[in-house]
């Protein structure tokens, strides 16, 4: 590069990185097009010239975002840095605090918000800040737990988030996990049931938590299935289960006889709402979220380093 050439881009990096002129600003100063200014600042940066780095923040997490995003073709992800001598209580504040934060940057009026619950869903419902919007509506994707699991109640959080938020709510009244299919037909067929059943069919946004492999024993609702239940999912070798729907390893719902007693979502309607996020972290649980993210149920995924890692470590050795 010839010198002259070398100066004036310098130049241009000067005016714009330490003097915090504006491109159109250089551009009149200069007697330059203010798309030239854009192409000198980019070719400053490529040529070594201008070096930007980002202090007090590791910028690994943010390629680390990128990555998950292009080997999942994700609309985004939001990481969580984690530190080998973090509790785990710590790692999970930090999840929902990141989560709380993002989920309310995207909230706008009019939207139909679907909720699951858990206690990641919970959490992040718990750390979202109210935000005045007009005409939202806050519905569950699921129906509830028993009664000895009630904390994170699906009603509950959306009660919860349609009161911070301004909003109207929808409520379920059956658990989701019913005794026999022609139960379940009921509630579904029901006239109650109408509403929201049409409110599934307009959502924007869904926040859903990931339930880990059969072995996981922290989960709200597993109490309502049967021996006979736990039998059949692992025989057909199930991995975990996100809107109280299990899957196995390649993504496939396990439809059947518990599929037809369960009330909530498909994933098949998660995949085609707009915004379907999910929110989950630890490394045991990676083996659950990847399958998800394969087969496209979910397009937003809010996680942590440690967990991302693992996800693309196992998707690698796949």
Same mark, same amino acid.
């Given at each position: 590069?010839?010198?002259?050439?070398?100066?004036?881009?310098?130049?241009?990096?000067? $005016?714009?990185?330490?003097?915090?002129?504006?491109?159109?600003?250089?551009?009149?100063?200069?007697?330059?097009?203010?798309?030239?200014?854009? /192409? $000198?600042?980019?070719?400053?940066?490529?040529?070594?010239?201008?070096?930007?780095? +980002?202090?007090?923040?590791?910028?690994?997490?943010? #390629?680390?975002?990128?990555?998950?995003?292009?080997?999942?073709?994700?609309?985004?992800?939001?990481?969580?840095?984690?530190?080998?001598? %973090?509790?785990?209580?710590?790692?999970?504040?930090?999840?929902? %605090?990141?989560?709380?934060?993002?989920?309310?940057?995207?909230?706008?009026?009019? $939207?139909?918000?679907?909720?699951?619950?858990?206690?990641?869903?919970?959490?992040?419902?718990?750390?979202?800040?109210?935000?005045?919007?007009?005409? +939202?509506?806050?519905?569950?994707?699921?129906?509830?737990?028993?009664?000895?699991?009630?904390?994170?109640?699906?009603?509950?959080?959306?009660?919860?988030?349609?009161?911070?938020?301004?909003?109207?709510?929808?409520?379920?009244?059956?658990?989701?996990?019913?005794?026999?299919? #022609?139960?379940?037909?009921?509630?579904?067929?029901?006239?109650?049931?109408?509403?929201?059943?049409?409110?599934?069919?307009?959502?924007?946004?869904?926040?859903?938590?990931?339930?880990?492999?059969?072995?996981?024993?922290?989960?709200?609702? /597993?109490?309502?299935?049967?021996?006979?239940?736990?039998?059949?999912?692992?025989? /057909?070798?199930?991995?975990?289960d996100c809107c109280c729907r299990f899957y196995d390893s390649y993504g496939k719902e396990l439809t059947g006889e518990l599929s037809r007693r369960t009330i909530g979502l498909s994933l098949e309607e998660l995949a085609k709402v707009p915004q379907s996020v999910?929110?989950?972290?630890? +490394?045991?649980?990676?083996?659950?979220?990847?399958?998800?993210?394969?087969?496209?149920?979910?397009?937003?995924? +809010?996680?942590?380093?440690?967990?991302?890692?693992?996800?693309?470590?196992?998707?690698?050795?796949?």
């Open positions: 590069m010839k010198e002259d050439k070398k100066k004036l881009l310098a130049k241009v990096a000067y $005016m714009y990185y330490e003097q915090e002129l504006t491109q159109a600003q250089i551009a009149k100063e200069l007697a330059i097009y203010r798309t030239t200014v854009s /192409r $000198m600042l980019s070719q400053a940066k490529a040529s070594g010239l201008v070096e930007i780095k +980002i202090n007090h923040f590791d910028a690994s997490l943010f #390629e680390l975002e990128e990555q998950l995003k292009r080997t999942f073709d994700l609309t985004a992800v939001e990481l969580v840095s984690t530190e080998s001598n %973090t509790s785990e209580e710590v790692k999970e504040e930090r999840l929902a %605090t990141a989560a709380g934060a993002w989920i309310r940057r995207q909230l706008t009026d009019g $939207m139909t918000i679907g909720l699951s619950w858990g206690a990641s869903v919970g959490e992040a419902v718990n750390k979202i800040e109210s935000k005045q919007l007009s005409n +939202i509506t806050v519905v569950p994707v699921v129906g509830g737990p028993s009664h000895i699991n009630s904390r994170y109640h699906v009603n509950t959080l959306v009660y919860e988030l349609a009161r911070k938020l301004n909003g109207n709510s929808l409520f379920v009244n059956a658990t989701v996990i019913q005794e026999t299919k #022609e139960l379940a037909e009921g509630i579904f067929n029901s006239k109650y049931f109408y509403d929201l059943k049409e409110a599934w069919q307009q959502l924007d946004l869904v926040i859903v938590g990931i339930g880990g492999p059969l072995s996981y024993h922290k989960s709200q609702w /597993r109490d309502l299935l049967s021996p006979a239940d736990y039998a059949e999912l692992k025989l /057909r070798e199930a991995v975990g999910g929110i989950a972290r630890g +490394i045991f649980k990676a083996r659950s979220i990847v399958p998800l993210l394969k087969k496209g149920y979910l397009k937003t995924l +809010i996680t942590d380093q440690e967990t991302a890692q693992e996800i693309l470590r196992l998707n690698q050795r796949k």
